[in-house]
């Protein structure tokens, strides 16, 4: 099981990662809230235990990003403890809500019980305008009619309707669809791209699939 721990505090985040790791998992560490956020856009984590006063950006605002894309287990821990803040982070998202300071053991415990509750269920249907991709059947439409996509096309196009509006670098398409650390130059996402947008968006009057210049990808209506 992968941890990851959100914290400004070097002593507290320290100290979660010693302990956690002695208890068996895997724990990995951000000192800010904008470090948090690309470790959670790049890496896949079982939990991610978050402090509230972050710099670059708070835990408010790095929760509401989270719940946007994923379902993934959230313990807040923080000093602040009135009321009115523990129900804004339930009322965000979080799943649980530690004050500090706080015992290791009461901490441990309320890790153990997040995980248990296993993964949420995957989205099985991703819709942008009239394109709709739905994972059961293994089929793409667009304006009603279907779209005929080899596996690697219909992982590709996965991936980019499952992070819309997000765009995302070559080498992260590379290693999410072919599971290669190609390098930057390569043009095998380039024409992987080009494939997939004479079947998704050239026979169609409005683009889907948009290429952000000297950074990748993005799908999503017009930017």
Do not use: C
Request: net charge neutral.
């Amino acid at each position: 099981m992968r941890i990851l721990v959100v914290e400004d505090e070097v002593k507290t985040a320290d100290y979660l990662h010693k302990g956690l790791s002695e208890s068996g998992y895997s724990v990995d560490v951000a000192h800010d809230g904008l470090a948090g956020q690309q470790r959670i856009s790049d890496e896949h984590f079982d939990l991610i235990i978050l402090d509230v006063m972050l710099p670059g950006m708070n835990g408010w605002q790095l929760l509401q990003f989270i719940r946007s894309r994923w379902q993934t287990p959230v313990l807040f821990l923080t000093a602040r403890d009135a009321v009115e803040y523990r129900v804004k982070g339930l009322e965000l998202g979080a799943d649980d809500y530690l004050v500090k300071p706080f015992s290791y053991v009461e901490l441990l415990a309320r890790v153990r019980t997040l995980l248990r509750r296993g993964p949420p269920r995957e989205t099985q249907l991703f819709g942008v305008g009239d394109l709709s991709l739905d994972l059961v059947q293994h089929r793409a439409m667009r304006q009603g009619q279907r779209i005929h996509l080899t596996n690697k096309e219909f992982a590709l196009l996965h991936l980019l309707i499952s992070r819309e509006n997000e765009v995302l670098s070559r080498t992260f398409i590379a290693s999410q669809i072919w599971n290669m650390n190609f390098e930057s130059d390569t043009n095998v996402v380039d024409v992987a791209i080009r494939r997939l947008r004479a079947k998704v968006d050239d026979p169609w009057p409005h683009r889907l699939i948009h290429t952000v210049r000297g950074m990748g990808y993005m799908l999503g209506l017009e930017p």
